[in-house]
């Protein structure tokens, strides 16, 4: 049983409820985005499955990180270097990270949101919100998420999952060379 007095004792309850208030009111807009276009589940689930492990890794770390440092302090610090409201600083961290992901998983930034693949939206913004979401420093859900994707399209996309990264598919490309094939 999760001892919610603890967990609250970490952060401050405003911070808490404005990290809460922020996921929910951008994942209500996301997911009503996603209504309108008529997402499937399958669309969703391959454009997870087809996150690269490296970028669900760095996901993660991340996550650990800015629940461990608590990612509204960074957005006070910047309120006090640069001016503004650190709540705000907070909202911009997490859209950073939003279109960071999205960067990496379409290769791409446009403002037109009809150039993205509604899945593939829906799925970063899963990612930039799990970053956002406070208290999910000690669980490695998207890790979970990712690994059933994969179950569920039988390991479909598990190739070009886990070599995308270009070193990696380079170096395959030179170990695969040198190796001498029957023919």
């Not at 669309?43 to 890794?57: E, F, G, N, R």
């Not at 990712?146 to 990264?165: I, N």
Request: charged fraction near 15%; proline fraction near 3%.
């Amino acid at each position: 049983m999760v001892d919610w007095a603890a967990q609250r004792a970490k952060l401050k309850t405003a911070n808490w409820l404005v990290k809460l208030l922020i996921v929910v009111v951008i994942g209500g807009y996301g997911l009503m985005w996603a209504a309108d276009k008529a997402v499937t589940v399958g669309d969703y689930v391959t454009a997870i499955a087809k996150t690269p492990i490296w970028l669900v890794v760095a996901i993660e770390l991340f996550d650990k990180l800015a629940d461990k440092k608590d990612y509204t302090t960074w957005g006070i610090y910047m309120s006090r270097q640069w001016g503004g409201n650190s709540v705000l600083w907070g909202i911009v961290i997490g859209l950073i990270a939003f279109l960071g992901v999205l960067y990496i998983m379409t290769g791409t930034i446009t403002m037109n949101m009809n150039a993205y693949s509604p899945g593939v939206f829906l799925a970063a913004m899963t990612f930039a919100l799990y970053i956002v979401m406070p208290e999910t420093g000690d669980d490695e859900l998207i890790l979970f998420l990712w690994l059933a994707a994969q179950v569920a399209t039988k390991g479909q996309y598990l190739h070009e999952a886990v070599f995308s990264l270009p070193i990696i598919s380079k170096l395959m490309t030179v170990i695969l060379s040198r190796l001498p094939l029957p023919l």
